[in-house]
């Protein structure tokens, strides 16, 4: 039994999944239609989790930071933080938009196929559209839609529907009315908040013993989804876009670097959280495995991680913010249009509205939110947004990797600097 539970656990093991699974996904689909349910089951499974994780995690931990009597300075920090890396991933976004220009020099043939594609899903030709003026809808408001997502009219209809940005409001305001209670009052509550947190938390646990498994039907789905034709047509934006996530990982690590006094011992400690990640491309997924490695392997207090892990990666929405205002510089510069200062700052400011109001969502959902940029520089949305679909399971991946990475590193400015110390580099690596 240990010798399995080694093997399901190894490194290489992963390794071989992601290899088998993109292999099937390319070259043998007739096998995706088998395997691609267990993928999801085993996704269905871990999303199942997450919701109690984060309702427990965050009302718990609100409630006894309140009852606490240390210093809770670092609320203040937390969110100055917040502010800075949403806007620093923003600016990275239109930066490397600006520097590489992914949205120029497409050629006629090019054009023709990124045409053909959006023709294919029934929305107006991409190649007619550039040169056709555009008249605007309406436009939406960033405060409305997001105040729109943030609280829930009904509470269980929230937890029915995922929309996590509601079950974190809910759990916020249910974590200040049971900190605001005596101790005595809340004791009871508090004890069964920590026991189905960590029941959960255990589950998880067990669950991830076979994620070999669910990422194999996981990879196999996704690499289906995407033909060499549209990865051709689409090939100078896509290596652009894995480049500023490379870039955010990169930044990642040198924070935690100067936060923590060691190189390997973070970019080890949150290897499976990426992995994670990766995977499941899913960032409440990674809820658990974050909080483990931030825990027990860079060692962190237990109360404050609780709140800020959940926290960082359902708010701080830097992935996505720098995704969107990367997207929308490519749209633009693919219909030829010179935003000016003015502009980018629009893409900025609408780019961390967009990515508040995605916490929660995935897929077409997430990616829905570019119009919320694309508005109000009268961009047209409808023409453009099936390419971002299509080429999503490449994509997302990374996104979700980004976000729950950087989310970390964003913690350790927040918490105290650990002090430079004797690290057993090698057991990190090992476990």
């Known amino acids: 039994m240990n010798i399995i539970l080694k093997v399901l656990r190894s490194g290489w093991t992963i390794l071989v999944s992601v290899v088998l699974g993109i292999y099937i996904g390319l070259y043998k689909h007739e096998y995706v239609h088998y395997i691609a349910p267990i993928g999801q089951v085993y996704l269905d499974l871990l999303k199942m989790c997450i919701l109690p994780i984060l309702i427990t995690a965050i009302s718990a931990s609100i409630s006894k930071l309140m009852q606490s009597t240390g210093d809770n300075g670092y609320i203040k920090r937390m969110l100055i933080v917040f502010a800075l890396g949403c806007v620093a991933s923003g600016v990275l976004g239109i930066a490397v938009g600006v520097i590489a220009q992914p949205g120029s020099g497409y050629d006629k043939a090019t054009l023709a196929t990124l045409g053909s594609i959006v023709?294919?899903?029934?929305?107006?030709?991409?190649?007619?559209?550039?040169?056709?003026?555009?008249?605007?809808?309406?436009?939406?408001?960033?405060?409305?839609?997001?105040?729109?997502?943030?609280?829930?009219?009904?509470?269980?209809?929230a937890l029915t529907s995922g929309s996590s940005l509601k079950v974190l409001f809910f759990s916020i305001m249910f974590g200040l009315a049971v900190g605001s209670l005596h101790k005595s009052s809340s004791a009871a509550l508090m004890t069964s908040l920590d026991a189905i947190y960590l029941a959960f938390a255990k589950l998880v646990k067990w669950l991830t013993l076979f994620l070999p498994i669910g990422l194999l039907g996981l990879i196999a789905h996704d690499v289906s989804q995407v033909g060499i034709n549209v990865l051709m047509a689409m090939m100078q934006f896509v290596p652009i876009v894995l480049l500023s996530f490379f870039l955010l990982f990169a930044i990642g690590n040198l924070i935690m670097w100067q936060r923590t006094g060691s190189f390997l011992k973070p970019f080890f400690a949150l290897n499976s959280t990426v992995i994670m990640g990766l995977t499941t491309s899913n960032a409440l997924a990674c809820l658990p495995s974050a909080l483990e490695a931030m825990q027990e392997k860079l060692g962190y207090d237990k109360e404050t991680t609780d709140l800020l892990v959940p926290l960082t990666s359902t708010i701080c929405r830097t992935a996505p913010t720098m995704y969107f205002a990367l997207a929308t510089l490519f749209v633009a510069q693919l219909y030829n249009v010179d935003l000016g200062i003015s502009g980018l700052l629009t893409v900025l400011v609408g780019s961390i509205f967009a990515g508040?109001?995605?916490?929660?969502?995935?897929?077409?959902?997430?990616?829905?939110?570019?119009?919320?940029?694309?508005?109000?520089?009268?961009?047209?949305?409808?023409?453009?947004?099936?390419?971002?679909?299509?080429?999503?399971?490449?994509?997302?991946?990374?996104r979700v990797a980004g976000l729950v990475h950087f989310s970390c590193a964003i913690i350790t400015l927040i918490l105290p600097k650990q002090e430079p110390k004797l690290i057993d580099e090698q057991a990190i690596v090992i476990s």
């Open 356 to 398: 508040l109001a995605t916490a929660g969502a995935s897929g077409v959902v997430l990616l829905s939110m570019l119009t919320l940029v694309l508005g109000p520089l009268d961009l047209p949305a409808e023409a453009v947004l099936v390419l971002f679909i299509i080429i999503d399971p490449i994509i997302g991946p990374f």
């Open 119 to 157: 023709r294919a899903s029934g929305s107006p030709d991409l190649e007619l559209s550039a040169y056709i003026p555009f008249v605007a809808k309406e436009k939406q408001s960033f405060v409305k839609t997001f105040v729109a997502n943030l609280i829930p009219e009904n509470i269980f209809s």
